[in-house]
């Protein structure tokens, strides 16, 4: 069993120390016409989003190419027939709605408090 946690905001260098090297490094495909869309008359340089991709995993990290934090995290689960099936390990992620007051990590909450790879749509 694989347990890492890793947040939103997080930099490059804290998925290479938990997770290790990605298996590849991919740009965000961008519209031409938001690359020039609010910058100052002049500016040339654009910093495009990029993705840490771990294959081996069952995930993609989107980092924000100007910041450097993660502002996407892209989850796997590897179902039969999608583009990427065979592409990815499947991730099997556990995924806990913040405690708001109630029952806390001991078991006691409530199952739809969590969302994990097998969950379906209707819970």
Known sequence: VFLEELEF????QDAWAQLGAP???TYK????MVIHAGQPHGASEFRQDYFYNYYHL??????DGATHRAKKFV???????HADFNSYVKCNFVIEKPDS????????????????????WEE
């Open 23 to 25: 298996g590849d490094l």
């Open 101 to 120: 007051g109630g029952a806390g990590h001991d078991g006691e909450g409530s199952r739809s408090d969590t969302v994990t790879a097998d969950s379906t």
């Open 9 to 12: 905001g997080c930099c490059p």
């Open 75 to 81: 989850l796997h689960t590897n179902h039969v027939g």
């Open 58 to 63: 069952g995930m993609d990290i989107l980092f």
């Open 29 to 32: 495909k961008v519209d031409t």
